[in-house]
Structure formats: C-alpha cells, structure tokens
C-alpha cells in the first residue's frame, strides 16, 4: 500500500514539474516555481512515460522515455546556467556530432527568434548510421536570463511527418516567463506562490 501512494506521489510530483515547466537552475535550490521558468502546455502527454532524473550543481536533465519503446521515442530537457553566446553557437555545438557521426546529417531550421526577450530557436536534425539506422531529433533552445534551456523530442527508426508537426507545434507553444517580471505571462499557479 505504502509503495502505490509512494508511485503516485512521484507521478505527480513529475507531472507537476513537466507541466509548470523545469525551475532554472539559479532559482530552484531556494525556492520552487518562482523566477524565471520553462512552461510545456503540452507536457500532461507525457504521463505514465518513464522519467530520469539527473541534477547535478550547474546541470538539471530531466528524460522520459516512452512507455513500451523506451529511448526509441523520447523527450529531454536539460536546463544549464545561461552563457554569454549567441543561440546560434550552441546550435553549432549540438549539430556536430551528428557531422562527425553520420553518413548522411541534415539540420533544418523550423522558427528561429534570435533577437527576442529570450531569444530561441527550433530546428530538426535528421541522422542516418552506416547500420541503417536513423534518428530525427527536434531541438527548441531557449536562452533565458538565468538559464539556458534545450529540449528535443527524439525518434530513432521510426517517424512519421504527422507526428513531427504536431510536436514542431508543441514546441512553439512553449515559452519562458519570469515570475519576477509584472509583464510576463505565467501562468496563475506560478503568480499565486
């Protein structure tokens, strides 16, 4: 009985955290839910995904992996202390290995807002292995002003275009708000803490 509402509080304590959003890294040590924030509108469609959790001192990811395919479809966010680059630097970063690695690479940009508030960008990579395998990842980085935010949404081996634009628009659903900023748009739960 203890080990069922011990499941259920942890599901909902990951819910609760997919759907506010990752606390940034600045922020979270002191006090839940309040400063700077990712807010996922879509994130309830994670429930029942497995989910890993690793925080270390400067880095927070969080991975849930689907239920039966397990990392064949599965969806990350990493929250790290903000740097002092452009967002187009990162992007670089992040699509090397997939030059170095694979025998065939695309990345193509979706939305690109580099001069906003938080200046953000959603691209798709696309990886073919010399195996045949294949791997499509869609990247949203999102730099606020006290972390620096990377989702993806990983398939390997198994897509299909329907499903990447309804995720493309998942992503573009999603935003960073400041509790500490009259102007932003948090949702009520953050405002009311």
């Not at 509080?9 to 990752?22: K, P, W, Y």
């Not at 395919?69 to 969806?75: E, H, N, R």
């Not at 990350?76 to 740097?83: E, G, I, N, R, W």
Request: charged residues 20%.
């Amino acid at each position: 009985m203890k080990i069922k509402a011990m499941q259920k509080h942890f599901l909902f304590s990951a819910i609760l955290i997919a759907v506010t959003g990752c606390v940034n890294i600045n922020e979270h040590k002191t006090t839940a839910l309040k400063g700077e924030n990712l807010i996922a509108p879509h994130a309830k469609l994670l429930a029942g995904w497995h989910i890993t959790i690793e925080n270390k001192e400067n880095y927070h990811t969080s991975i849930w992996q689907h239920p039966t395919d397990g990392l064949k479809d599965a969806y990350m966010v990493s929250v790290t202390l903000p740097a002092q680059k452009d967002i187009r630097y990162f992007r670089q970063v992040i699509d090397q290995p997939g030059y170095s690695s694979c025998i065939k690479f695309t990345t193509l940009t979706v939305l690109s807002s580099p001069s906003s508030v938080y200046p953000s960008e959603i691209w798709q990579t696309h990886c073919q292995k010399k195996n045949g395998n294949e791997a499509k990842i869609l990247h949203l980085m999102l730099q606020g002003q006290d972390s620096f935010y990377h989702i993806q949404k990983i398939w390997q081996d198994s897509f299909n275009a329907q499903e990447i634009i309804a995720w493309q628009n998942r992503f573009k659903g999603m935003y960073l708000c400041d509790s500490r900023v009259a102007t932003s748009t948090c949702p009520k739960m953050i405002n009311n803490l």
